[in-house]
Nanobody
């Protein structure tokens, strides 16, 4: 079982930046087939924000393309989401996901709240 801890959320003004971090309390981000960030707004479906695969290929949701950057630091065992040019519609709980293809195991963190407001 992999436990994930997300940090870095908070309140930021529109146009501002935040960096989220995701660290497993057990396990290694380098062992995941996919590390991803999702976000969820109450009453809405959870949506993929960005993901990085073991081979370092990356996908972004259209809504964040050009503004967010996902990265992985194996030495620090951490995955980051650098968010820039934040908009009010980016307000959500951001959740980290650790996914293994074999067996379909997928682990989630508790999430960190990001609020973009003036």
């Amino acid at each position: 079982h992999v436990r994930l801890v997300e940090t870095g959320g908070g309140l930021v003004q529109p146009g501002g930046s935040l960096r989220l971090s995701c660290t497993p309390s057990s396990g290694s981000v380098s062992k995941a087939d996919v590390m991803a960030w999702y976000r969820q707004v109450p009453g809405e479906q959870r949506e993929l924000v960005a993901r990085i695969r073991r081979d370092d290929t990356i996908d972004y949701a259209d809504a964040v393309l050009g503004r967010f950057i996902i990265s992985r630091d194996n030495a620090k065992n951490t995955v980051y989401l650098q968010m820039s040019s934040l908009k009010s519609e980016d307000t959500a709980v951001y959740l980290c996901n650790f996914h293994i293809y074999f067996g379909g195991n997928s682990y989630w963190g508790q999430g960190t709240q990001v609020t973009v407001s003036s």
